[in-house]
């Protein structure tokens, strides 16, 4: 087997005879074995230095050389197999299920939120009418925040495991194929709630359970070693009048899946006393650019309407801390991502066309514990208080849903915006002085930064056509459980595997997966 590079022009597939008449050379063969010749696809990217390519890199195989193809492991009927319970159904839980399928074991997953059909109509009435349900919305519900926030499958190193696993899934599970070769892969947040319900689907007919409207309030490690779940109706599955009643859910392992935004879960295990530490997390704000702008920054001036929509990522140094771009979401849309009342938050999401004339990212900065020695009173919770207060302030500023925001070059140059350019956040934004409702160490850092990336990395970037609006705040946890590195259970609670964003382990959809996977697989 040898690795070789093929290019063409977008807009141009690349044919099989092209392909195999380039392995001749690469291999040295005889033109007549040229048929004989097989090959895999690894990776597609785009390259837009000179003309713009799509850049194939392929695997090429002799006519003598065994092409071994990637076999996923086959589900079993764990109908009256040992439960695990898994509590929560984004990434983590619903890969962690798939593992304990194929091993024998019974997922039970409880999830606080609603399916993900149900849960749309909790965002549509967040939206518009700024209804939080603390329960279902952009962060809770079956398929977890990542479900709503375009898909991005960006992950592509493999010292947590093999990818293959998470993305041949997806691809059974009704994904594009395409997400197997491409550098930057997405589904869209359009095509992914059909991908979530078809795994939880094939979880169910195996014998699993999923139980929706969930919540979890209390892990008891009884005597034997084993676990009793206290599950409690989630508040807008109770019928008014009537009495909700709780439920006990009983096994010998719990792998916790619950997202970065499950705070509750951080305090109950502070109240148990529980071991949980305080983890550096980033926070700022979401910029949105004309989609078109972005186009013509990225193709060089190139760009043409059948070429895919432009994206972008950078990472800089400002007075010792990381800020970066995060989540980027070409032809996207903002979206309201508050999980209680009177708090604030933003999040951007894109469809699989990525046909919206805007494009967002969160453009953040690193924050550690010792950045904020005030917090400190909040002990392994400090950095949780922090973004609490920092999204009340932003909440405070409006009285709503409308986001404080301002134009980029104004914030830079810390004066207010007297107009502010349409924007996709459908709730609406309020000019504001976000340069001084940021912590200081946010705004001081974001105000070198944006200049720095315009005139250093993305010419154009740097302008008051981008509107920048707060906050972006949940990035990662602000929380770590602890966990042992070669058993991954709790340092303290065995039998208790803390695991993907929530626990502090993850940090995206694909990795996730894998750290779901890794738990199920210790099991």
């Not at 290019?7 to 033109?31: C, N, R």
């Not at 004339?357 to 400190?376: C, L, M, R, S, T």
């Not at 250093?456 to 949940?474: D, F, I, P, Q, W």
Request: aromatic fraction near 8%.
């Amino acid at each position: 087997m040898k690795e070789i590079e093929v290019t063409t022009k977008l807009g141009k597939e690349l044919t099989a005879d092209e392909i195999q008449t380039a392995a001749v050379k690469a291999l040295g063969v005889s033109p007549k074995m040229k048929e004989q010749i097989r090959y895999r696809i690894v990776r597609r990217s785009i390259d837009a230095r000179n003309d713009v390519l799509y850049r194939y890199r392929l695997e090429v195989y002799r006519p003598e050389e065994v092409m071994e193809e990637y076999v996923l492991e086959e589900y079993k009927d764990v109908s009256s197999a040992e439960p695990v319970i898994i509590v929560g159904a984004g990434p983590a839980g619903m890969f962690a299920a798939l593992r304990l399928l194929m091993k024998g074991l019974k997922p039970v997953i409880l999830e606080r939120g609603k399916d993900v059909h149900a849960r749309k109509f909790d965002m549509a009435k967040l939206s518009r009418e700024g209804a939080v349900n603390p329960d279902s919305n952009y962060c809770f519900g079956e398929g977890g925040a990542g479900t709503f926030s375009d898909g991005k499958l960006y992950t592509r190193s493999s010292k947590r495991g093999d990818i293959r696993e998470v993305l041949h899934q997806l691809v059974r599970f009704g994904a594009d194929p395409s997400i197997l070769i491409d550098a930057h892969p997405h589904i869209g947040s359009d095509k992914l709630p059909i991908v979530v319900e078809n795994i939880r689907k094939c979880i169910i007919e195996h014998g699993g359970e999923y139980h929706f409207d969930s919540r979890v309030t209390d892990i008891v490690k009884k005597p034997d070693g084993s676990f009793d779940v206290l599950v409690t109706p989630s508040a807008s599955s109770v019928i008014p009048g009537e009495r909700s009643e709780s439920s006990v859910y009983s096994s010998r392992k719990v792998i916790l899946a619950t997202g970065h935004s499950a705070r509750d879960i951080y305090e109950l295990f502070d109240r148990k006393g529980w071991e949980i530490q305080a983890k550096g997390f980033a926070l700022g704000v979401r910029v949105e650019h004309p989609q078109s702008l972005i186009n013509r920054i990225q193709y060089h001036g190139k760009y043409q309407p059948f070429m895919p929509t432009a994206e972008y990522s950078f990472v800089t140094q400002v007075l010792d801390r990381g800020v970066f771009s995060f989540c980027m979401c070409p032809g996207g849309i903002l979206v309201p991502a508050a999980t209680a009342s009177g708090e604030l938050v933003l999040n951007g999401m894109s469809n699989s066309q990525r046909n919206s004339k805007w494009a967002n990212a969160g453009v953040v900065v690193q924050i550690e514990p010792q950045d904020f020695p005030e917090y400190a009173k909040h002990g392994p919770l400090a950095l949780l208080q922090f973004q609490k207060d920092v999204e009340k302030t932003m909440f405070d500023y409006t009285g709503s849903l409308k986001a404080p925001a301002q134009r980029m070059m104004d914030f830079c140059r810390r004066v207010p915006s007297s107009g502010l350019p349409q924007t996709s956040y459908h709730p609406g934004a309020v000019a504001a002085p976000l340069h001084e409702l940021l912590p200081e160490h946010v705004s001081l850092r974001l105000k070198y930064a944006f200049p720095e990336i315009g005139n250093k990395k993305m010419h154009g970037y740097y302008t008051n056509e981008a509107l920048l609006l707060g906050v972006e705040s949940r990035t990662s946890s602000p929380v770590r459980i602890p966990r042992d590195p070669d058993t991954l259970e709790h340092t303290q609670v065995g039998g208790l595997y803390p695991c993907g964003e929530g626990a502090g382990y993850a940090g995206g959809i694909v990795s996730s997966a894998l750290d779901g996977i890794n738990c199920a697989a210790k099991i």
